[in-house]
C-alpha cells in the first residue's frame, strides 16, 4: 500500500485515535518524503494492540549504529523505520535480541495497521 491508497479520513475514523507528527519534527529528523507524509498527513494509530503503541518520533541510533527514527512499540521491543532507506524493523532495547524485518517502508506499514484495524471491526 502506497502512501496515495491511505485516505486520511478513512484512516481516522477507523483508527479513531491518531498520532501526527509535526512537520517541524520532520523536516528536523531528514524523513523521507512518503514517510513524512504518512506521519503529518495520514498519522499512525495510537494502538493496534498487540502490534502497535505510537510513541513520538524520535532519532535513536540501533544496538548496530544504525540511524533510526523510533515510531512506537510493539510491547517488548521499539518499532522504527531505519534512514535513509525507510524499512520498517523491530530494533531490540538490549543487545542479544535479533533486529527483525517488519515491512517494506513506512506507508506498507501503515497500511498493515490500518487493515488489521478494518477487519477486527469487521468480525467484531
Same mark, same amino acid.
Given at each position: 500500500? +502506497?502512501?496515495?491508497? /491511505?485516505?486520511?479520513? @478513512? $484512516?481516522?475514523?477507523?483508527?479513531?485515535?491518531?498520532?501526527?507528527?509535526?512537520? @517541524? #519534527?520532520?523536516d528536523q529528523l531528514d524523513i523521507p518524503s512518503d514517510a513524512a507524509e504518512i506521519? +503529518?498527513?495520514?498519522?499512525?494509530?495510537?494502538?493496534?494492540?498487540?502490534?502497535? $503503541? $505510537?510513541? &513520538? %518520533? +524520535? $532519532? /535513536? +541510533? &540501533? /544496538? @548496530?549504529? &544504525?540511524? #533510526?527514527v523510533r515510531l512506537g512499540t510493539d510491547f517488548g521491543t521499539s518499532i522504527c523505520f531505519? #534512514?535513509? @532507506?525507510? %524499512?520498517? /524493523?523491530s530494533a531490540p532495547d538490549a543487545p542479544g #535480541?535479533?533486529?527483525?524485518?517488519v515491512n517494506a517502508d513506512l506507508p506498507r506499514f501503515a497500511g498493515l495497521l490500518l487493515e488489521t484495524r478494518r477487519t477486527r471491526q469487521h468480525f467484531s
Open positions: 500500500m +502506497t502512501t496515495a491508497e /491511505i485516505d486520511p479520513a @478513512d $484512516a481516522g475514523r477507523i483508527w479513531q485515535r491518531v498520532v501526527y507528527a509535526s512537520r @517541524d #519534527l520532520v506521519l +503529518t498527513v495520514v498519522g499512525l494509530p495510537l494502538s493496534v494492540e498487540p502490534l502497535f $503503541a $505510537a510513541v &513520538s %518520533p +524520535t $532519532a /535513536i +541510533t &540501533s /544496538i @548496530d549504529g &544504525s540511524r #533510526l531505519r #534512514l535513509p @532507506d525507510g %524499512p520498517v /524493523i #535480541l535479533p533486529v527483525r524485518h
